[in-house]
């Protein structure tokens, strides 16, 4: 027996793409964590009838748990409240408690802003405090309160803003009527494992040879090529780890060199790791600072992320990276000269034991017969004198140019922190 | 009357959130441009049963056109053909002509791998081959064909890489059937507007004041907040277009001094636009590049960025952007002194006429009583002496931190450039 779920993101402005949704992704990685089956995310617009389509959709198709998202603001087109209470049939009644928590809350926000006319304000947030009768009600994070509504399905009512919603959660997940409907949930495993510098289809072609090893069949397998690296998760109940097991032994043995990760972990959290005790810098040219902002992207890498020069401009090359002028005229900026001049730069202007750079065509214009679109020069430079420099032609537009030019340089990084070709 | 379309993104990995959906943003914009009302998007695994019963409930909600992303690939999970054809009562065919074609790309795509089994990765690939009977084929960009079935609804098949589907898009909307599917649509005009210092609340009560306005009822109005901005959305019939001239009246009286753009531009077209002519240079701290890769993002930069240093550590600082230790001893590192002399530094060290410099506490650790997470403090100098200074406190968690300082600097910059206070 399984538990499914449906995820209904409601906004125009998600659905018109004019904002990117964080919320089903999110909300569906929990429901995965839990042990809960989750079979569709819909997406519509600030119309009730729309909504609830969703919902009956969901409904139907024999969901045990909905979560919503959204459409608990206060201006006129959120509404999913109230839509939700004419699906499960309840009245929406007026929650003093709640509502008295809301002004509190308000009252504390606005004295940010000036002139701001608090009944005014006041009023326009009311609605936030109507429920349905008999729901539970969850704190707000913001000022919208969650909303739980036990039933065949069980809704679940959350805020639009990620942040609001994600606070939100454990509440939710601690609620009594949301742990009803999740009772039945099998507790799956899931592995992943990551590759580089290989084609899916060559993947595809050895998953086609293990259809033949015992237990196969029991695995859920889904592959995807994601910032330059397949991807690989398998889901399976735990009385299937040995197929499991036997599966990674044919995948070590026919893609082991382009194997970089089997426990889930990123690139990302690898560098950092081999980072520890180290002080990097980065030289960058196409990339714009985006490797710099990758380094940094996590806390506690002050430790260890010096600083980064963009050179954009050929000048600045030379005045902040000391790069000969005369390296530029004669091998072109996108060159390995150039690149590895950048990288013993960044190491000495910075005081740095680990350097790399990127130097490279973004596009769409700047390219040439010899340098098309997309040739990007690599560099990873340590203080011991390892240098390894690298060219690679990459797909795509500017901005997949530049972000997959960051995966390979953590890859050469990582290649070369652990002493690998 | 009116066309009503819905989109049907497949795909594990995007349902689990592994990979962010860029497809159905994307379609749901090219949608709207051609005056196409989208009403759901929905998302579901690689399972047929779920496929079918969202094209389905598409179907029963009397949608005229169904957008289908994802499942088109060579392995087994990817299943898309095959359930549109049962969904369209269609027998699925052999394609010689279209196998030949995959064939041919196949051949030039195996060439960059060594070791590779051609025949296998062909037998593979041959099912991409298979499609529905009298379905128009839309040729492969990647080695996925699209196929377009006309009926009720029409149901048009694209594959999931975005950059093959949109390369394969001109083609579909100039298919015959896909024409005959959107004939009744109407044409809608659609005005954004952006402000930014605003309460989103502030902007409901103006608009509950609107609402007395004649037409105000055939204005479809949508708001957001969106990285710090609040944006506001109007779609509506060309008749309207007077009632939306009465709205902007009122929001421009009513918030003229943080509306910065009526006609749709980002703050980043209107930098851009700024600095043509002009010599840019970013010195950052806990935006560790961000900024300078926000400024690169689009072609041309080159003609306006000198380059950027992000200044991680403390020593950076000094070293590299002639910081006077002192300064940071005196105010620490997140202050409007070493703000402004990371910006003097920036200017001098890029032989620059414009910088800003950012520097600021992400968290999440760091934070004091005084200077908690989330303060940040910005300088922007001009080549002429023109230096503001400004901090702000920004809410939300490490990665919200980091990426609204660099839309507060680009505020900033703009108003810097207009001339602004």
Known sequence: MSVRAGIVVTGTEVLTGRVADRNGPWVADRLLELGVELAHITICGDRPADIEAQLRFLAAEGVDLIVTS?????????????????????????DTELEAKIAAILQHLMARFTGVDFDAVLAANRKQAMVPVGAHVLDPVGTAPGVVVAGSPTVLVLPGPPRE????????????????????RTVYRQDTVRMFGLAESSLAETLREAESLPGFGDLEITTCLRRGEVEMVTRYEPQSAPAYTRLMDLIRSRHGDTLFSEDGSLVDDQVAGLLAGRRIATAESCTGGLLAARLTERAGSSAYVAGAVVAYANSAKADVLDVEPALIEQFGAVSQEVAEAMAAGALRRFGADTAVAITGIAGPGGGTEDKPVGTVWFCVMLG??????????????????????????????RRALLGLS
Chains 1, 2 share one sequence.
């Open 165 to 184: 919603l994600q606070a939100m959660w454990p509440a939710a997940v601690a609620d009594e009527a949301f742990q009803q409907a999740i009772a039945g």
């Open 70 to 94: 959204g459409g608990l603001g206060p201006t006129a087109d959120d509404m999913t409240v109230e839509v939700v209470a004419r699906f499960c049939d309840r009245e929406l009644v007026l």
């Open 384 to 413: 011991d004198g390892t240098t390894v420099s690298r060219s690679v032609r990459l797909p795509g537009d500017r901005a997949d140019i530049r972000e997959r030019s960051t995966t390979v340089a953590m890859h050469m990084l």
